[in-house]
């Protein structure tokens, strides 16, 4: 029986290092931000579901994860072109779409046949269908979410380098807040979360002392 090795190279999506032209405290891999996607943009589908958002377009949690968890597979193959670069100028972005969806199809090739429309749904939707359009715009807005939140993270570690990125995606956020409710619910409620110590985040505002980190 011949070998399908799609599962084995989405397996490496933990080699492929994000932030590469920065100095980082912490590096961070696509399949970790993969997973903060997929936590973020189910967050921001459940928040959808809210009194007070009945009219938002109504969106499938199943087809949020698994575009999420599949958002960034191509570059297990292509790397993660850094931002500057992916969006120098048109051409540079068109360019890269195109190498992209090379490396998609060749991902999918890697699959039994039968099971290729599957994950082609997943790594390639239909964005003509408004279902999975609204899906890949909460999984667009969990991801650059998710890149204030990597900014966070190294500002409050004292790393100066991504000063600048954090001012430009703190941007990008509050127009993705401005434009979806559901993005400034995720703002308002959680976000400020990300800005605290340990010790904080495990107190209620009570006199209880935070759980201890490890046995004593």
């Known amino acids: 029986m011949e070998s399908a090795h799609f599962f084995a190279m989405i397996h490496r999506m933990r080699y492929i290092r994000r932030w590469s032209l920065m100095r980082n405290t912490e590096t961070e891999n696509?399949?970790?931000?993969s997973l903060q996607v997929a936590v973020i943009a189910h967050a921001l589908a459940e928040i959808r579901r809210l009194p007070g958002f009945e009219e938002r377009p109504a969106v499938d949690n199943a087809d949020v994860l698994l575009l999420a968890i599949y958002h960034d597979a191509s570059e297990i193959l292509t790397g993660d072109l850094p931002t500057p670069v992916k969006y120098f100028n048109p051409r540079i972005r068109e360019a890269y779409q195109a190498v992209e969806s090379v490396a998609i199809q060749r991902l999918l090739n890697m699959l039994?046949?039968?099971?290729?429309?599957?994950?082609?749904?997943?790594?390639?939707?239909?964005?003509?269908?408004?279902?999975?359009?609204?899906?890949?715009?909460?999984?667009?807005?969990?991801?650059?979410?998710?890149?204030?939140?990597?900014?966070?993270?190294?500002k409050k570690a004292g790393n100066t380098e991504f000063?600048?990125?954090?001012?430009?995606?703190?941007?990008?956020?509050?127009?993705?807040?401005?434009?979806?409710?559901?993005v400034r619910y995720f703002v308002d409620h959680f976000l400020p979360s990300y800005w605290l110590s340990l010790d904080e985040l495990q107190s209620d505002g009570s006199n209880h002392q935070p759980l201890p980190q490890e046995p004593t």
Do not use: N
């Not at 696509?30 to 931000?33: A, F, G, K, P, T």
């Not at 599957?118 to 991801?143: C, I, N, T, Y």
């Not at 990008?172 to 979806?180: P, R, T």
């Open 30 to 33: 696509i399949e970790e931000h």
């Open 163 to 182: 000063l600048q990125a954090e001012a430009a995606t703190q941007a990008l956020v509050e127009q993705l807040a401005a434009e979806l409710p559901e």
């Open 112 to 154: 039994p046949e039968p099971l290729r429309p599957a994950w082609s749904a997943a790594m390639s939707p239909d964005l003509s269908d408004p279902g999975l359009r609204e899906a890949a715009l909460l999984v667009k807005a969990a991801d650059k979410l998710t890149a204030y939140i990597k900014c966070i993270e190294e």
